[in-house]
């Protein structure tokens, strides 16, 4: 059974392991396997930092206790755009295709919701078919393209910029 939940400080460890092993298994990520710089000391920092402010949040994905995906919102710091969030998501390639994805969507949406967000934004890799089909049945929609913002396996690649606004 999967369980949706906010990020804990004591979860900075899993979360990392989490984001290594996601690196490693799919192209989309910004790091490429062993090129995450972050240490354990700097991943406890990072999500103090997240729980500091109304505008940012992690929900872990669980099952048996083991995180398996997540969803990162991370809002603007100022007065005129923290009412933006930025997301990043990530799920182990063995629970894909599982609805994972769909809930974590829906639970940063209602998290948003009640801390009047009114813009989830993000970029996906222009050839990650799936993914960008999968946000698009998100309710984003393409704003632009940012043409050759990624050198993947020695080739320039362009991104969309998707938003949704609520």
């Not at 906010?6 to 690196?23: G, H, N, S, V, Y």
């Not at 872990?60 to 969030?85: K, L, P, S, W």
């Not at 209602?110 to 089909?133: P, Q, Y």
Request: net charge negative.
């Amino acid at each position: 059974m999967i369980i949706i939940r906010p990020i804990e400080e004591t979860d900075a460890e899993e979360f990392l392991r989490l984001c290594k092993k996601i690196d490693t298994e799919t192209p989309f990520m910004m790091f490429e396997p062993d090129e995450r710089p972050t240490t354990l000391n700097e991943q406890r920092d990072e999500i103090r930092d997240v729980l500091s402010r109304d505008n940012q949040t992690i929900l872990i994905a669980e099952n048996d206790r083991q995180m398996v995906g997540y969803i990162a919102a991370h809002g603007g710091r100022y007065r005129r755009n923290r009412q933006t969030v930025y997301l990043i998501t990530g799920i182990v390639q063995a629970f894909t295709s599982q609805g994972i994805g769909t809930r974590l969507f829906e639970e940063i949406e209602r998290w948003a919701k009640e801390r009047g967000i009114h813009r989830l934004e993000l970029t996906v890799v222009f050839h990650n078919e799936v993914a960008l089909a999968f946000y698009k049945k998100m309710g984003f929609e393409i704003e632009g393209r940012k043409k050759h913002s990624l050198l993947i396996n020695g080739s320039y690649v362009d991104e969309y910029w998707m938003a949704k606004l609520i």
